[in-house]
């Protein structure tokens, strides 16, 4: 039995993978908190989880619904805009392991990190990903289980895999009134 622990100690993946618990504990939402880029306070689910925190950026009011997954890397940024709203469970990922062919291990390769930037007003639905590059316009809804690869306009209503312009928000007056809050 000493020998199989010996054994397991020795091993670089159980480190990894032991560093990587660490470090996904550390970033829980209570812990990660005070390490935000920037907080304008709002609500954050207790099971929600950041990385890279210091690259977090939050507006006022930003609420974040439980099982989220806000994962910013170290250059790469996520920047929510003030009242938006992330359903339950929805993943914002700011990079993409590298995949060319003959480059080693896809988990070895570097990291391709891009910011996304979510705007202010935006409701992003239950269970999307928002994947790296993206930037979500002002005002824009992200419907139920989306994965959005590519730019969202203003005030329309994307969804689907991947997501695309379904419908766009009707009340005009509403976004006017907005507009003219700034
Ligand atoms: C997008 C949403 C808000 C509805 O918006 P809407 O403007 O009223 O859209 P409609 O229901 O009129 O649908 C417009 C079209 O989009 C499609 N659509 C609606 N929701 C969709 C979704 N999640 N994925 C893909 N297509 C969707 C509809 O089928 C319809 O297509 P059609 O014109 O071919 O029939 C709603 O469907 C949704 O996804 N809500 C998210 C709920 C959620 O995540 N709640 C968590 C609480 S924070």
Wanted: contains cysteine; charged residues 20%.
């Amino acid at each position: 039995m000493a020998f199989g622990l010996l054994k397991t100690l020795l091993k670089p993946s159980f480190w990894r993978y032991t560093l990587k618990k660490i470090e996904s504990s550390y970033n829980t939402s209570l812990g990660a908190i005070p390490r935000l880029g920037s907080y304008g306070g709002g609500f954050i689910d207790s099971s929600m989880t950041f990385r890279s925190p210091e690259n977090v950026h939050l507006g006022e009011r930003v609420w974040i619904n439980e099982g989220c997954k806000v994962w910013a890397s170290k250059s790469s940024k996520v920047t929510i805009g003030a009242h938006t709203l992330l359903g339950p469970n929805a993943v914002i990922v700011a990079d993409n392991h590298g995949i060319q062919m003959d480059a080693g291990y896809i988990q070895d390769q570097p990291m391709e990190e891009k910011d996304i930037s979510i705007g202010p007003d935006c409701w992003i639905g239950a269970n999307v990903v928002i994947l790296a590059g993206v930037t979500v316009g002002e005002g824009a809804v992200v419907a139920a289980s989306a994965v959005v690869n590519k730019d969202v306009p203003p005030y329309s209503i994307v969804g689907g895999v991947p997501a695309k312009v379904i419908s766009h928000r009707k009340s005009v007056e509403k976004n006017v009134l907005l507009h003219r809050a700034r």
